[in-house]
C-alpha cells in the first residue's frame, strides 16, 4: 500500500479520537493552546528536503504537531517562516506527548 499524506479531516478525526484518551487534566491543557491546525515545514534531510507536519497546539513559536509519515505528535520550536527546528522521530500518541507539550510551552 503506499503512503498517501492525511487529510483535513482525517487529522481531525484523529484528533478527536486520541482526545478522548486523555486525562480529563490533559483535555484542559490541550485546550488551552489547541489552534486550528496549519501546515508547517520538517526537514530531516537535504536529500528529502520539506515535509509538511500539522501543528494542532501553539503557545509563541513552541508547537505541538502531528508528523503524518511517522505517524505520530511531537513537540518542537518553530521559526518565523514556519520550519521546525530540531525535529525528532514523533510516533507519540496524544496522550503520550501532553504533558511535555504542557511542561515545554511553559518553560
Not at 15 to 40: G, H, I, N, T
Amino acid at each position: 500500500m503506499l503512503w498517501q499524506p492525511i487529510t483535513a479531516t482525517e487529522l481531525q478525526a484523529l484528533v478527536q479520537e486520541q482526545e478522548q484518551q486523555l486525562s480529563r487534566l490533559q483535555q484542559d491543557r490541550f485546550a488551552a493552546y489547541r489552534v486550528k491546525p496549519w501546515s508547517a515545514v520538517l526537514v530531516r534531510s537535504s536529500a528529502t528536503g520539506p515535509e509538511p507536519v500539522f501543528v494542532v497546539a501553539q503557545r509563541g513559536n513552541k508547537v505541538l504537531y502531528f508528523d503524518d509519515v511517522e505517524f505520530g505528535f511531537e513537540v518542537a520550536v518553530v521559526d518565523a517562516e514556519g520550519q521546525i527546528v530540531n525535529p525528532g522521530a514523533p510516533q507519540n500518541v496524544l496522550a503520550d506527548v501532553v504533558d511535555d507539550w504542557w511542561t515545554f510551552a511553559s518553560e
